[in-house]
């Protein structure tokens, strides 16, 4: 599970979490005339309130957290985890709601009783956290403020191959081609910085086109995106995780060529918002 991968709004969803598990523990009643010794029930005690509110809370929490910071999250039934979270999310807000209006559930009803016991501090503190809780599932993917990253990632020293690690095999910005010495960009001869030439087979030299403008640079994603084939496909092949920098291989217009970890290529369409590093 990437870290990098997770918002400002799934931080406010664990946050929630968070307090409604202490809410949890607090009393569900609050009932006038009691002696300070009476324990009161918390929400552990209560199979409704544990089970649609704190339960459905804290296990859609859980599932909009790792939907987001899986690279490919898996499904349930077929059905996302991120979507399915968020109804988790939005259930136990209006459980919470309908446990607050009548925290007795319907046995104040019963003969000629009319009074019952009100909402107590869990049962007040559950409702704010899964309403937060419900709110911030909901508003992420619309909201920009909360789909920034929640950690932003460390800016790059210096370009090199992904991952800090040496070179693997020749193609990265940078690399000595085969037969060419050490730190000669090419196109570029050892000493004079002229372009290099190249014999034809009749022996007559053939200057080397000149190198286009473009220079690699690292990038990272505002929000995930999918990174696309190089055959001009909508094969996803990876997806880029914000937090996460990549390095940016080549320009095809308003298009970037990326190269991920793992040192595959592809073609990220949507470059709008990407932070340089």
Not at 24 to 33: A, K
Not at 152 to 169: D, H, L, M, N, V
Request: hydrophobic share 45%.
């Amino acid at each position: 599970m990437n870290i990098r991968s997770l918002t400002r709004g799934d931080g406010v969803v664990i946050g929630a979490a968070v307090l409604l598990f202490i809410a949890s523990f607090l009393g569900i009643y609050s009932i006038e005339g009691v002696p300070d010794d009476v324990s009161l029930p918390n929400s552990w005690e209560s199979g409704p309130v544990l089970f649609g509110v704190v339960l459905a809370g804290i296990i859609g929490a859980a599932l909009v957290v790792v939907a987001r910071g899986l690279p490919r999250a898996p499904k349930v039934a077929g059905l996302d985890l991120g979507p399915l979270g968020v109804a988790f999310t939005v259930f136990a807000a209006w459980s919470a709601l309908g446990n607050v209006f009548d925290p007795a559930g319907g046995a104040d009803n019963v003969g000629t009783a009319s009074d019952g016991p009100d909402a107590g501090t869990g049962l007040i503190l559950a409702l704010v956290a899964t309403l937060i809780m419900a709110a911030a599932a909901v508003a992420t993917p619309l909201v920009p403020a909360l789909k920034a990253p929640l950690v932003s990632a460390p800016r790059p020293q210096a370009p090199q191959p992904y991952g800090a690690q040496p070179p693997t095999g020749y193609g990265y910005p940078g690399a000595p081609q085969p037969g060419q010495p050490y730190g000669v960009q090419p196109g570029q001869s050892f000493g004079g910085g002229q372009p290099a030439q190249h014999q034809q087979p009749g022996g007559a030299p053939q200057p080397q086109p000149a190198p286009s403008d473009f220079s690699p640079f690292w990038f990272a994603v505002p929000v995930p995106r999918p990174l696309f084939a190089e055959d001009g496909s909508q094969n996803t092949i990876a997806e880029l995780a914000p937090g996460t920098w990549y390095l940016a291989v080549e320009q095809r217009g308003p298009n970037l060529v990326a190269q991920t970890q793992d040192g595959r290529r592809g073609v990220l369409q949507d470059t709008s918002g990407i932070q340089r590093g």
